[in-house]
């Protein structure tokens, strides 16, 4: 998964969350060859809520047991599905309704399971319901009659105790001008109904599938079909747009992956949202990986461009989770535990090899820069800052679905990639520059793949067998243990350091990356005032003061801090994204009680951050490791 914020709704996030204060055990064997029969009519939907039917065939004995899963595969959070099923019934074989009791929230248990027949319930959507905002919208569900729907399957199909090898039959009746994309296999397809097939409950999860007009485009990576569906709203982005940039990305991808994938199609389902459902997410959006595909969300108010260079950063990290976690995983990956958090320590490799691979690919194959390269990771060091740099990864992993490791998830694009910047730069130095951290994963993907999974505690004795007692002592240090890494000292090994430098940031509203200059506060009338909190050079210079109450935002006066009023206030800041260094601004705040007007040009709003560059005095050795760790050869 690739979970990003988008930095002006994220103002708006930052705003208002201030504001808003059995045991009857089955004979399983005589059930091996049955196929639960799954039916979706996407023509009947009733208030953006649909029907799912299930008929799993005839159980012999005992009490029969329902989940919907709580953990999905990729999120490290629980969804627990179960809140959006209503309306749950079972029938037997003469249609009639048979008793259903239901436990905890994603399991429903019948009692006579000999009787059972089939099950259905009522299914809400996560992207307009009240509990749907806890959901990442890349693994989410939208149901939107006659226009779109993300069947990202496990928010529609649960599975039976025993039974999460079952195959299941997936039919779906549609309407005529909407057309299925998906990795799942297909068995049928008319224009009004599609027939599909998943080999086990697993296939349920790791195939969405994204129904929409049909825009697509497609292309061959050698062996790879690879095809991308959009779904814009306001049509305002078309597939075409995006071939030649996720066309060239991926083929860079594959030259530096080698032979390390065998998938034999790749499919990108990409939904676009509006405004207002990118605030149901707090901001969030993203993508979310599978084996043979990935469901990428984003909002649709971004310009081409940018929106191009988001697809790069999201798409090229999701393909790269086809070497890990999907070709090299832990046990707890691959018999997963839908209903119970049995996390793997290893979400430095799964998330951070991903991430650091997505950023080391594109200097290799020269998409980007060496400056541009230092640049992230100058920035991954800085956001890592806001996490807890003593929480050793591998206990943050395998807690990761409780508190306090949970809020600190997000490090593992920015700490995890980092570990992985060490760990190949140790590798590179000890094997004299032969081998970097993919010939290790590469191996790894040779020796486990899809179906083959590794010893979660026994994995990284398997590396340091691999490679060197060096990569053994940053692993028990830095990895399994409470110690800041020293990224200096490993840097320099090839003839790079950090520097105090200034970073420009991206609205001189803002006074760090992720951080604006307000912050609402309670008054003494019982409402609330925003309240100067920090300064940028930019802002000290037109004479804001901490303690400063901003009552005039460049002209226009700021409403009563109400969740009514979110939007519009997000509209007025936002609009200094777009101010140029020129620009004339005027601001009124009262200070100690009396109004104050503050003006000047906007200029160019800087901040501390640490700075990742080339020594000028490095040595032949720094050089000749430099190259070698991000060319992939030493001139
Ligand atoms: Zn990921």
Redesign the pocket.
Known sequence: ??RLFFTRTNLFLLISIVILQGCASLNLASKKSNIIETYIDLNAVDNDQLVVSLNPGSFPKGEVTFYMPSVIP?TYEYTDFGRFVSNFKAFDKNNQLIDVVKEGKNTWKIAEGKKLDRVSYVIDDTFDSPEGKKIYPMGGTKIEKDEVFLLNLHGFVGYFKGGKEWSYRVTIDSPADLVPFSSLESVSHTATQDVFLAGRYFNIIDDPILYTNDDSISFSLEDIEVNLAVYSPTGAHKAADFKETIETMMQAQKRFLGDANATKSYDILLLLMSMEELQQFGGVQGAL?HHTSTTVVFYEGIDTESLKEYLVDVVS??FF?TLTPLNVHSEQIHYFNYNEGIMSQHLWM??GT??YFANLFQVQQELIDENDFYGRMSDKISSAKRYDDTMPFTVMSTNIVEEPYQSNYQNVYYKGALINMCLDIIIREQSGGARGFLDVMQALAKKYGVDTPFTDDKLFDEIIAMTYPEVGDFIKTYIQGETPIPYTEFLEKAGVTISETDQELPSIIMVAPQQPFIAPQPNEAGTRDLVVTGLNNRLSEIGFQEGDLLRVFNGEEIPALTQENMGALNNLFGTSFGWTADQEVTFEVERAGTPVTLSGTVGVAITPAKGISAMENATPAQMALRNVWLHGKEE
Request: aromatic share 10%; charged share 45%; no cysteine.
């Open positions: 998964m690739k990729g990986e990290h999701e989770h799964y998330e991903t991430e």
